[in-house]
């Protein structure tokens, strides 16, 4: 069975730095492309990143492009998500995501497996 299981989530302050990590288990981790997303109380899951089953390339929301940065080390298994410079409307649940199939990477409907999220909350 496929598992999908974050980490790295806390509280922090303004201007920190997070890096999220996400270990894939159960199938080919290079055969696929993974994506992060987020979902904010009362909001539906949003696109924040995603990188191709190699690592060769990568996809960003606007509103992250210049602080987050995805990345995957597949004799790890494990895809990652780096965070700079975080600011109070990044407080999300922050998912990891497999993709199987679909065009689009910014579609959540794309995204077949997901993890379980981990708590991010950004103070002023």
């Known amino acids: 069975q496929v598992q999908l299981a974050e980490s790295g989530g806390g509280l922090v302050q303004a201007g920190d730095a997070l890096r999220l990590s996400c270990e894939v288990s159960g199938l080919t981790f290079s055969n696929y492309g993974m994506g992060w997303f987020t979902q904010a109380p009362g909001k539906e899951r949003e696109f924040v990143a995603a990188?191709?089953?190699?690592?060769?390339?990568?996809y960003y929301t606007d509103s992250v492009k210049g602080r987050f940065t995805i990345s995957r080390d597949n004799a790890k298994n494990t895809a990652y998500l780096q965070m700079n410079s975080l600011n109070p409307e990044d407080t999300a649940v922050y998912y990891c995501?497999?993709?199987?199939?679909?065009?689009?990477?910014?579609?959540?409907?794309?995204?077949?497996?997901w993890g379980q999220g981990t708590q991010v909350t950004v103070s002023s």
């Open positions: 995501a497999l993709k199987r199939a679909g065009s689009d990477w910014d579609d959540r409907r794309s995204y077949d497996d």
């Open positions: 990188i191709t089953p190699s690592g060769a390339g990568t």
